[in-house]
T-cell receptor
């Protein structure tokens, strides 16, 4: 089946630093990737939709200058949390949409990245 | 604006029991509805996907139903096992999002199956 990986799986950083998270589709091409964040015991909240070769579309309330998204190829999207603060600590999950978009599971999820900002 | 709600938020049952998880959505104009499983600190595993034209889907001990007109879906788990312990999320793709693929998630039901 289609596999999506994320790197790193967890990261701890100091307040004020920037952190980059990678999302890769390993065995399929993804024209669209989605970035979610999940706070403890809460559901996934969509942050932005990333389309290969174009600017990301951010959900209302998400700061695009804070969360930089780059989707440079059909298999890689990156999320950079700039000038991270403790309130940015969360579980970040990406998903990738199969280019063909057919079949029952057209969107595949990564394993998530746990970000802790000290 | 589509909103998805799951009840109950948490559920604890003895092993072997059959159980039902509920999901409701406010806008019946959906493209499909999907049930996911999430283990603690992990990503999502897709369990079942029901297209808007379908009434139910089955996979092993899992059965998901969809009543679009009433805005409800249920996930039935038969003969529950301790390995079923996880958080179960339902997500809806609205008709307007069929091209973008955007999913709206419920808050999840955390299930604990006791041996």
């Amino acid at each position: 089946g289609a596999v999506v990986s994320q790197h790193p799986s967890w990261v701890i950083c100091k307040s004020g630093t920037s952190v980059k998270i990678e999302c890769r589709s390993l065995d399929f091409q993804a024209t669209t990737m989605f970035w979610y964040r999940q706070f403890p015991k809460q559901s996934l909240m969509l942050m932005a939709t990333s389309n290969e070769g174009s600017k990301a579309t951010y959900e209302q309330g998400v700061e695009k200058d804070k969360f930089l998204i780059n989707h440079a190829s059909l298999t890689l999207s990156t999320l950079t949390v700039t000038s991270a603060h403790p309130e940015d600590s969360s579980f970040y999950i990406c998903s990738a949409r199969d280019l063909a978009g057919v079949g029952p599971n057209e969107q595949f999820f990564g394993p998530g990245t746990r970000l802790t900002v000290l | 604006k589509q909103e998805v709600t799951q009840i109950p938020a948490a559920l604890s049952v003895p092993e072997g029991e059959n159980l039902v998880l509920n999901c409701s959505f406010t806008d019946s104009a959906i493209y499909n509805l999907q049930w996911f499983r999430q283990d603690p600190g992990k990503g999502l595993t897709s369990l079942l996907l029901i297209q808007s034209s379908q009434r139910e889907q089955t996979s092993g001990r899992l059965n998901a139903s969809l009543d679009k007109s009433s805005g409800r879906s249920t996930l039935y788990i038969a003969a529950s096992q301790p390995g079923d312990s996880a958080t179960y999320l339902c997500a809806v793709k609205s008709l307007g999002s069929s091209n973008t693929g955007k999913l709206i998630f419920g808050q999840g039901t955390t299930l604990q199956v006791k041996p």
